[in-house]
Every structure is written in structure tokens, then in C-alpha cells.
């Protein structure tokens, strides 16, 4: 099955954006941008404390796993929740969502079960169930533009090997890709 999830192509490169600022020639683009997310809120950070979790992801696998999970997970929440854009490091998750509060947790709650099951019948024990979440709001256009760049740098910020395009377990490469912006 596939899964769309929704990076905020809105505010960087959708052409349908383009289409709509050419209607509305008398407004400048922060003024739409500003339209956008006061219209599609609200947004909220997610995370989950690294320090204290260990090592959760730890070979290709349970990223793969995790991905693929991450889709699952949403798509029993379509048109209540979208992800901008998400991280999955070794010890920790970041997400950028829209959406209700409660949506969201309960879409925390049904990742971690599927994570939970998984680790449980790889490993034996289940060390997500007891990762509890953060959910941060996210208040102001300014605030989560630097949010989104600073989850999607969060690859290159742990291994100077990768870039914002190259870590493959996130929805960074995603952004500016011409074979998805066009």
C-alpha cells in the first residue's frame, strides 16, 4: 500500500501553490505563507528523548521496519493528520505534524505498539513501550520553518558522512527534489 504523506510541498514547492500566488498578485508571498498556516493548524513537534532511551534502531532492518511502520501508522489517520516531515535516528524520532493533539498522540500510541511488537520478536524485550513522547506546539510560521530544517539536518548533525538529501531514514531527501516538486 501506499502511503502519501504530506511534507508542507505547499510552503516550498508545490506548482499548485505557485498557480494559487498568481491569483492573489497584490499580496506579497509571507502574507500567503502566513495565510496557509494560520488555515492548516495546528502544527506541533513531536519527539522522543534520546538520552534516555539507548540505542533503539539498530541495524538496517529495524530502520526499514520503521519506515514502513511510520506510513502504516498515518495512513489510519488520513485527512486528520499530515507529516511535514520526520527523523528516525538510532536513539530517538523528531516529527512535524498538523493536526489535533489527540490525533497525534494516538498516532505515537499506535507506532509504538508496532514498534514494540517488532522489537519483541526480534530482540526479545521491547525498550520503545517505555519511550514517552514530547509534543512541543508549534506557534508561528518562523518557528517551524527553522524546525523543519533543523529535524531534517538532524542525519548530517549525528555523521558528517551524510547530508540533509542523503539520510535515508527520514523525509529529507524529499524536500527540493525536482521529481517530486514538478
Known amino acids: 500500500m501506499f502511503v502519501r504523506c504530506y511534507f508542507i510541498r505547499l510552503l516550498v514547492c508545490s506548482s499548485r501553490f505557485f498557480d494559487y500566488c498568481t491569483k492573489i498578485d497584490a499580496m506579497r508571498f509571507d502574507d500567503v505563507y502566513e495565510q496557509l498556516f494560520s488555515q492548516n493548524g495546528p502544527y506541533w513537534h513531536l519527539c522522543t528523548p534520546g538520552d534516555l532511551s539507548g540505542v533503539l534502531f539498530r541495524d538496517q532492518e529495524d530502520y526499514v521496519f520503521c519506515m514502513n511502520a511510520v506510513a502504516l501508522s498515518v495512513a ?107
Not at 535516528?89 to 498516532?107: C, D, P, R, T, W
Open 76 to 182: 489510519d489517520f488520513m485527512g486528520e493528520i499530515s507529516i511535514f516531515t520526520f527523523q528516525i535516528m538510532s536513539n530517538h524520532l523528531h516529527f512535524v505534524f498538523a493536526g489535533g493533539k489527540e490525533n497525534i498522540l494516538q498516532y505515537y500510541d499506535k507506532l509504538r505498539k508496532r514498534l514494540g511488537r517488532y522489537f519483541s520478536s526480534k530482540y526479545g524485550f521491547n525498550d520503545i513501550r517505555k519511550v514517552n513522547c514530547n509534543l512541543i506546539p508549534v506557534l508561528d510560521l518562523k518557528y517551524l520553518r527553522n524546525l523543519i530544517a533543523y529535524v531534517n539536518r538532524n542525519g548530517y548533525v549525528v555523521s558528517r558522512n551524510e547530508t540533509p538529501f542523503s539520510y535515508r531514514w527520514g523525509a529529507n531527501a524529499y524536500f527540493f527534489n525536482p521529481l517530486i516538486c514538478n
